[in-house]
């Protein structure tokens, strides 16, 4: 069964201040992959996951989403975005959950979920709660449904995140760190409810320092350093066979 390609992203670079942070990356991300990229801080795998859904803009290179070019270089080297509009639709595409869970804090948890499928994708309130509703039962939460976001645990306010992110109904959900201002008893939650998106199926894009989570839950791996990929493979690859010295060198200060 040939899966439909959901990100091919080739030769992406990106610069801030003159400091090159993306040297040239490829990723290939298929339907129902988990991709988890991990790496030492500072290796350019949150700006990876930011380029992707256009948080940063590229320097170079071109990405494809679900088959639609997104960005790609002209014949003069300059890097061309789609239309405004064909962009925003792609973005659209892709949901986000972040370090911080950037919750609207004036707004109850369900508020925060229907807010967003109201106001850009124009669905009533009566159309998008039964989604909302279903997705905190997903997330164990809908007893918090009308608590706000500040009486909630961070476990909680990230779970909400997640499903609030899935309220747009998005194809590929990107993951920037999402346990790692957590404690570690909070972390466990978030983990079991990314499991069991993979576990549905979901296309998901995962920076994390969770190694735990990276062998046992994606089926891709990405080791980045110094903004590049040094290694990538199934998760058994990367972390029973390692090849390269610097994915030995890293794993053995995480395990």
Not at 70 to 93: C, H, M, T, W
Not at 108 to 124: D, F, G, R, S
Not at 202 to 207: D, G, K, S, Y
């Amino acid at each position: 069964m040939h899966k439909k390609m959901m990100v091919n992203a080739h030769g992406i670079r990106k610069q801030f201040n003159g400091q090159e942070v993306l040297s040239g990356i490829d990723v290939e991300v298929r339907q129902g992959d988990v991709l988890a990229i991990i790496g030492p801080s500072g290796s350019g795998k949150s700006t990876l996951l930011r380029c992707i859904n256009r948080l940063e803009e590229v320097d170079g290179g071109w990405i494809q989403i679900e088959g639609d070019m997104f960005v790609e270089e002209n014949d003069l080297g300059e890097v061309v975005y789609a239309e405004p509009e064909k962009s925003k639709e792609i973005q659209g595409r892709m949901g986000m959950v972040f370090q911080q869970f950037n919750l609207f804090p004036h707004m109850t948890v369900i508020e925060n979920l229907v807010e967003a499928p109201i106001h850009v994708k124009k669905q009533t309130k009566e159309e998008i709660l039964p989604l909302a509703e279903d997705l905190l039962q997903r997330v164990g939460l809908s007893h918090k449904k009308d608590a706000y976001p500040g009486r909630l645990s961070g476990g909680q306010q990230q779970r909400v995140a997640i499903a609030r992110a899935l309220a747009m109904q998005p194809d590929i959900m990107l993951f920037d760190e999402p346990t790692s201002a957590l404690d570690p008893e909070l972390t466990g939650e978030v983990l079991h409810t990314m499991r069991e998106l993979a576990e549905e199926h979901m296309t998901m894009i995962v920076v994390t320092h969770e190694m735990h989570f990276a062998r046992e839950v994606a089926n891709r791996v990405l080791f980045m350093a110094d903004g590049n990929v040094v290694e990538a493979g199934t998760p058994e690859e990367i972390f029973e066979h390692p090849q390269q010295p610097r994915t030995r060198e890293f794993l053995q200060n995480m395990l």
